[in-house]
Each structure stands twice: as C-alpha cells, then as structure tokens.
C-alpha cells in the first residue's frame, strides 16, 4: 500500500521544510513539494512534523521489548530504533543454570521480566525474540554474557586459556547479529577483568567492524592504569572503534579541558572515537 502524506513539515539532516512525502510499505520512496501519486491513499498531515525516526542509542530495554513488542514509551517520543546491550549488561548468549540469576542480578536497571520471556541460549536466538518488535533494534553483545558463558559470576583473572574461549565465543555473536561489543567495567562480573582480556575480545570485534561501548571502570586502582587512559589503550592496541558510554562533561576529580586528552594520539593515528556527553553539566 501507498501513501501520500501531503503538507507536513519534514525534520531531516537536509534541514526543516513543509513537504509531501511518498510512503510504500516501508520505505520512504519519495521526498519533495507537491508530491501526486494516483494510486496512493493520500494523507492530510497539516500542522504534523514528519521525521523518519530517532535513534536513541544508548537504552536498557531488551527485555521491556520482550514483555511489550510495541514499545510505546520510545514509538510515543518518535523513536524508530533502540540500540541495546549498553554497559556491559545483556543476557545474550546464556547458559540455561545462569538465566534466571542473571534476570534476578541486573531486575533494578532491566527490572524482572522471567514470567514473560521465552528461554534462549544463543545471541541469534536472542534476535529473534526481538525480531518484529515496534521498534528496530540493534543489539550490542555485552561483556558481562560472555564472561558468564566462560567463568560465570566468578572473581577470575582470566589467562590465555579462558581468553581463547572468550574470543570463540564473542567471534559467534558477531556472526549471529551483534553490531558490537559493550564493557560495564564497574559492573559485575565485568569488573573482575584486566585489560588483556578486553584487548583480546576487542580484536574478535575489529575483525567485524564492530563498536567497542566502554561504561569506564571506577578509578580506584583496579588495573594501572586510568579509565579512560585504559580504553584508549585498547583501541591503539586493536584499531577498534571506539565509542565512550555517558562521558563524564566535568567532576571533581578532573578539569574537564583533560578529558579528550587519553585520545589525542590514537585519534590522530587513525582511530575512530565518538563520545556520548551528558546533556547537563
């Protein structure tokens, strides 16, 4: 079916106009004044914004989708697409004896959905739950699933062994549909990890051109070196790309005209780096 939405007001990166736009199925066929087209049902959207969706690219709300496929709370703002699995939190792959501590853990950020959702093991699995929701998703695979599938909620250093599996195991979500890789390094188990371990997932990533999500550890001495002087060093090391979750706009510990300083370098080796900034000081 067509249709002709005729007299909105488009938002676009192109800028803001009034425009008709020529809709088929789902895709956007036609952008442009005065728009006909004899066999579509024509639409008045007088007085409308029209826009082809927000992305809103940093959520929590897999298994909010699960319990409602519309989700209305983002299809009400405008939001077309959800990326999810940020901060190293996620629930895909999954060994079966893990998933109901797993839900249980994390129920204060996902909340406790276990009577609506359909058991999975596998990252694909996963998607397809999520498939033909209201909203696209794309799903980062998360830090804390994969050293759950390999150690579980264990205090472990891993060492060449457990790194090799890791790496098997972040190389099969990358093939199912993951579009990246998301660390919660003040998170649980995440946290218990060194800055081999991410080195040696992250190379799994690059090789997909997957996005390497960082949610920074807390600087409290946990590995030598700082936070963000830590992804840095992880993205010199593998040509990842780089993308730093929530960046701190300013804190007490640290002037803020310091914060790019850790990506100087890599960027102008080459790295892609983007940040996501608070709206607030």
Same mark, same amino acid.
């Given at each position: 079916m067509k249709y002709l939405l005729k007299n909105g007001t488009v938002i676009s990166g192109a800028g803001t106009r009034k425009q008709d736009v020529l809709v088929e199925g789902e895709k956007i066929i036609k952008v442009g004044k005065e #728009? *006909?087209? /004899?066999d579509a049902k024509v639409v008045d959207v007088s007085g409308k914004l029209l826009f082809p969706g927000f992305i809103d690219g940093h959520t929590h709300s897999e298994?909010?989708? #699960?319990?409602? +496929?519309?989700? /209305?709370? =983002? #299809?009400?703002q405008?939001? *077309?697409?959800?990326?999810?699995g940020q901060c190293g939190l996620g629930f895909a792959p999954m060994k079966p004896e893990l998933f109901e501590d797993s839900i249980k853990i994390n129920s204060g950020i996902?909340?406790?959905y276990r009577h609506y959702l359909k058991d999975w093991t596998t990252f694909g699995e996963f998607l397809n739950q999520l498939d033909g929701s209201g909203v696209n998703?794309? =799903?980062n695979v998360s830090h804390n699933a994969i050293r759950q599938m390999v150690t579980g909620f264990k205090n472990v250093v891993w060492g060449e062994? &457990?790194?090799? @599996? =890791?790496? &098997?195991?972040? +190389?099969?979500? !990358?093939? &199912?549909?993951?579009?990246g890789f998301s660390v919660g390094l003040s998170y649980y188990p995440g946290g218990y990890s060194d800055t081999e371990e991410l080195i040696a997932l992250c190379q799994i990533v690059q090789e997909y051109d997957g996005l390497f999500c960082v949610h920074q550890r807390l600087d409290d001495g946990q590995v030598p070196l700082r936070p963000r002087y830590e992804a840095a060093e992880i993205a010199r090391k593998t040509g990842v790309r780089l993308n730093m979750l929530h960046? +701190?706009?300013? *804190? !007490? &510990? @640290?002037?803020?005209h310091t914060l790019f300083e850790p990506f100087k370098d890599i960027e102008a080796a080459g790295n892609k780096v983007y940040y996501e900034y608070y709206p607030y000081m």
């Open positions: #728009l *006909s087209q /004899p298994l909010n989708i #699960l319990k409602n +496929r519309q989700h /209305p709370n =983002a #299809l009400y405008g939001i *077309s697409t959800v990326v999810t996902f909340g406790d998703v794309a =799903a062994k &457990e790194r090799r @599996e =890791a790496q &098997e195991v972040i +190389r099969q979500t !990358m093939k &199912e549909g993951a579009v960046y +701190r706009t300013g *804190s !007490m &510990e @640290e002037d803020y």
